[in-house]
């Protein structure tokens, strides 16, 4: 069983910056995926970033890429998200998640899901 929360949204101006936290407990956390997706009112829950269970390999969606940086620390069991630049199309609530999949941009494949953080970016 793992259990994810996130913490760090809020209010932020237009080209401000946010870092999203995702603790996480349970085991063998440093033997998975980890990956951050949003989901804005009326939209499906979208890809954003993901990285690799020891953190050397990361992937982002284009949208996000120069913006977003994504990052884990396994003694810590924390992901990550550092979001600059941010404009009010990043609205949405942020969800941490774990998968044990390969095919990481598809929340289908998620086993588990934070309760998820509200990010609003004014204009």
């Known amino acids: 069983q793992v259990q994810l929360v996130e913490s760090g949204g809020g209010l932020v101006q237009a080209g401000g910056s946010l870092r999203l936290s995702c603790t996480a407990s349970?085991?063998?956390?440093?033997?998975?995926?980890m990956a951050w997706f949003r989901q804005a009112p009326g939209k499906e829950r979208e890809f954003v970033a993901a990285?690799?269970?020891?953190?050397?390999?990361?992937y982002a969606t284009d949208i996000v890429q120069g913006r977003f940086s994504i990052s884990r620390d396994n003694a810590k069991n924390m992901l990550y998200l550092q979001m600059n630049s941010l404009k009010p199309e990043d609205t949405a609530v942020y969800y941490c998640?774990?998968?044990?999949?390969?095919?990481?941009?598809?929340?289908?494949?998620?086993?588990?899901w934070g309760q998820g953080t509200q990010v609003t970016v004014s204009s």
């Open positions: 998640g774990v998968t044990y999949s390969a095919r990481i941009t598809s929340h289908a494949n998620y086993a588990y």
């Open positions: 349970g085991r063998g956390l440093s033997t998975v995926t």
């Open positions: 990285t690799s269970r020891t953190g050397s390999i990361t």
